[in-house]
């Protein structure tokens, strides 16, 4: 097996694990996010798709702002076995999130291309999508778990063009938990102040 096959498995597994993690709200999931990003970092720049690994590279640095703001907000309110704690986005937020979207996935798109990117387009809306998307999971928002169906699907695509037949299954995966979580969140949630 080369380095690189055995680095989108450890990706795959560890994936897996950080969503299961997710769906439950444990802050474990932070630290195996951590490692899962590290390992992605290098499946993607051996694939040359510069966005996809900033964008994991970006996921190790928020990972430290996740853990530290959930346990903040776990403080903050009575938290039975099972609860999850969950904050509103606001209509500022939200214009925000679409501002930076889609400013930033035509930016990002430029640069992609410059740089030789094999799937600009995609990679940089997958990028974009999913940053949002993390810096909404740090906050506890559950619409976090809708941008993350569309991206993860637009992953999978973007990986399976590539031959990264691991990754793809693993977004494969990360959609269908997205889905479940979404649910799962808006059952077992509790409103915080923002």
Excluded at 32 to 41: E, F, P, Y
Excluded at 104 to 111: K, S, Y
Aim: aromatic share 14%; with cysteine.
């Amino acid at each position: 097996m080369d380095v690189l096959k055995a680095f989108e498995i450890f990706t795959f597994v560890t994936g897996v694990a950080y969503l299961v993690l997710e769906i439950l709200h444990k802050n474990v999931m932070w630290i195996v996010g951590i490692l899962t990003a590290a390992a992605a970092v290098a499946v993607f720049a051996v694939k040359g798709l510069y966005a996809s690994m900033g964008l994991n590279v970006y996921y190790v640095v928020v990972s430290f702002i996740g853990l530290y703001q959930w346990r903040k907000d776990g403080a903050k309110i009575e938290v039975e076995a099972g609860d999850i704690h969950l904050r509103r986005i606001s209509a500022g937020g939200l214009a925000a999130s679409a501002a930076v979207l889609v400013a930033g996935t035509v930016a990002l798109f430029f640069i992609l291309r410059t740089l030789g990117d094999p799937a600009s387009w995609l990679d940089a809306a997958v990028a974009m999508l999913s940053a949002i998307a993390t810096w909404w999971l740090t906050r506890s928002i559950p619409e976090q778990w809708l941008l993350w169906i569309v991206a993860d699907i637009t992953s999978a695509v973007l990986c399976i063009t590539q031959g990264m037949h691991w990754m793809t299954a693993l977004y494969a995966f990360y959609a269908a938990g997205a889905a479940y979580g979404w649910f799962y969140w808006r059952r077992h949630g509790s409103q915080i102040e923002n």
